[in-house]
């Protein structure tokens, strides 16, 4: 929504609270985070809250306009959303540190390399000759999909082929994904239990708030 100038008011929600659900219940009976309220709409489930979007503001281009590049582009969001399991559970999602790049097992290289084949897939058949650098050529929500996994990569070090450095270069210097990253390196708290047991080669949160 950032990217594509969509406005809106961020309510923070701590995950580990211990008012967490209580605090979910207040918009939606069950819902999980993120969640959006549009007036008297509640949708939750980010593949859910995209599709919204797509419909609510039509002339943005949340998807792809080409009929081919959407079905792509909503195929890998979906795949993105259910899968990548040793990735997720090697890697967890980390902005404020960096780790030594290290094997860390074949089922993980499986899905970066699935990653970085699905990356290079959309870029080849439909962004590459747009002169724009995302997947799609212009930012999408596909992007935004992915966004967490290039996080990952960068945050452990990970290797991969050019073209892939050179999205995730795209999408790391964005201006909304800038914003987010300094929004996340100011918030005071760690969650200890997404912290990779392992140790930082380099700490960027803002320790003076801890």
């Given at each position: 929504?950032?990217?594509?100038?969509?406005?809106?008011?961020?309510?923070?929600?701590?995950?580990?609270?211990?008012?967490?659900?209580?605090?979910?219940?207040?918009?939606?009976?069950?819902?999980?985070?993120?969640?959006?309220?549009?007036?008297?709409?509640?949708?939750?489930?980010?593949?859910?809250?995209?599709?919204?979007?797509?419909?609510?503001?039509?002339?943005?281009?949340?998807?792809?306009?080409?009929a081919g590049a959407r079905?792509?582009?909503?195929?890998?969001?979906?795949?993105?959303?259910?899968?990548?399991?040793?990735?997720?559970?090697?890697?967890?999602?980390?902005?404020?540190?960096?780790?030594?790049?290290?094997?860390?097992?074949?089922?993980?290289?499986?899905?970066?390399?699935?990653?970085?084949?699905?990356?290079?897939?959309?870029?080849?058949?439909?962004?590459?000759?747009?002169?724009?650098?995302?997947?799609?050529?212009?930012?999408s929500a596909a992007d935004?999909?992915?966004?967490?996994?290039?996080?990952?990569?960068?945050?452990?070090?990970?290797?991969?082929?050019?073209?892939?450095?050179?999205?995730?270069?795209?999408?790391?210097?964005?201006?909304?994904?800038?914003?987010?990253?300094?929004?996340?390196?100011?918030?005071?708290?760690?969650?200890?239990?997404?912290?990779?047991?392992?140790?930082?080669?380099?700490?960027?949160?803002?320790?003076?708030?801890?």
């Amino acid at each position: 929504m950032r990217a594509l100038g969509i406005p809106f008011t961020e309510r923070l929600v701590r995950l580990d609270a211990p008012n967490f659900d209580a605090q979910l219940a207040t918009v939606y009976e069950g819902s999980t985070v993120p969640v959006l309220i549009d007036k008297d709409v509640v949708i939750w489930e980010s593949l859910a809250i995209i599709e919204y979007l797509a419909e609510r503001f039509a002339g943005l281009e949340v998807w792809p306009q080409q009929a081919g590049a959407r079905a792509l582009a909503r195929s890998m969001s979906a795949e993105m959303h259910a899968g990548f399991p040793a990735l997720r559970s090697a890697c967890p999602m980390n902005l404020g540190k960096r780790y030594a790049a290290r094997d860390r097992g074949v089922d993980c290289a499986n899905d970066v390399a699935r990653v970085c084949q699905l990356w290079r897939k959309a870029r080849e058949t439909f962004g590459r000759h747009s002169g724009k650098p995302y997947l799609f050529g212009a930012f999408s929500a596909a992007d935004a999909m992915y966004a967490p996994v290039v996080t990952r990569l960068d945050t452990y070090a990970i290797e991969v082929p050019t073209d892939a450095r050179a999205y995730m270069d795209a999408v790391l210097g964005s201006a909304a994904f800038v914003e987010w990253r300094a929004a996340a390196l100011q918030e005071p708290w760690v969650v200890e239990a997404d912290e990779a047991n392992e140790v930082a080669i380099n700490v960027l949160r803002n320790t003076s708030a801890l």
